[in-house]
């Protein structure tokens, strides 16, 4: 199994997870072109994925998604409250699905859960596959726009081999940047987004020794920095021995192989 960002951030992101049986998307809110060139790199096209999965309706997780659905095919799954905000979606190929109602594309198990932002019915998403399958138990996540998390968040983030988490801003450089204060206090919110030392933190709660990889995702383009966003991370997080990285806004992130 892998887990690598085609691109994360302000402007978009779109998560690949592909295993020897399935390819997957999380999210496909990057151009198309963008994704095209992302797999191409990753050896796979287009018509390998075998299903998006949708985190909500923002822009910067669907602005390809009918593109993508209705030109290769491609089934795409997410809450009732995600897909009632998609324009068009009864013309389009979707599974409604809920969170902590487990589901398989193929020989992976999909585990949807509720996370914390100012949308209706957002989901993270845990997958699997069993040694049976892949050789070892394997499950990896992915968890963005979240505003703050509890033990719900922590019982599925557990015994995990690899994920990618938001750490969307410096605290600092949200309040004292150019953004409004009504947009501040949206993203500070317990239902906006997850700052660095908040995912710091989160990532030192759940460490497990099965923990291989992490990748830093959403970063803020006006209130982060890749460099300060991998320092406040560490500094609540330790890795010893996990491989901590940022997914680029652009272009593919390090790949995590398990």
């Known amino acids: 199994m892998i887990l690598a960002s085609l691109g994360s951030g302000s402007k978009g992101n779109c998560t690949l997870i592909s295993t020897n049986t399935e390819n997957i998307l999380v999210d496909c809110g990057i151009p198309e072109k963008t994704i095209v060139e992302g797999l191409r790199k990753l050896s796979l096209c287009v018509n390998d994925i075998d299903a998006i999965l949708i985190t909500h309706e923002h822009s910067d997780h669907i602005s390809s998604l009918k593109k993508l659905m209705n030109k290769y095919d491609i089934p ?152 300060i966003a991998l320092k406040e991370v560490l500094t609540e997080f330790p890795p010893c021995g996990v491989k901590v990285s940022v997914a680029p806004q652009n272009g593919i992130s390090e790949v995590i192989t398990l």
Do not use: W
């Open 76 to 227: 795409a799954y997410a809450s009732y409250g995600t897909i009632s905000n998609i324009s068009d979606s009864d013309n389009m190929n979707f599974f409604v699905i809920q969170a902590d109602s487990e589901f398989y594309i193929g020989n992976t198990m999909v585990t949807p859960f509720r996370t914390y932002h100012d949308t209706p019915g957002p989901l993270g998403y845990r997958l699997e596959q069993e040694a049976a399958v892949c050789g070892k138990d394997t499950a990896v996540c992915v968890l963005t726009d979240c505003g703050h998390y509890d033990e719900y968040i922590k019982s599925h983030l557990r015994n995990l081999d690899a994920m990618l988490i938001e750490a969307n801003h410096n605290i600092d450089m949200l309040m004292t940047g150019p953004y409004p204060m009504f947009l501040k206090r949206r993203i500070f919110s317990d239902n906006g987004h997850a700052s660095n030392i908040s995912c710091g933190r989160l990532l030192d709660e759940i460490r497990s020794d099965r923990l291989k990889g992490v990748l830093l995702g959403h970063l803020s383009e006006v209130n982060n920095d890749p460099y």
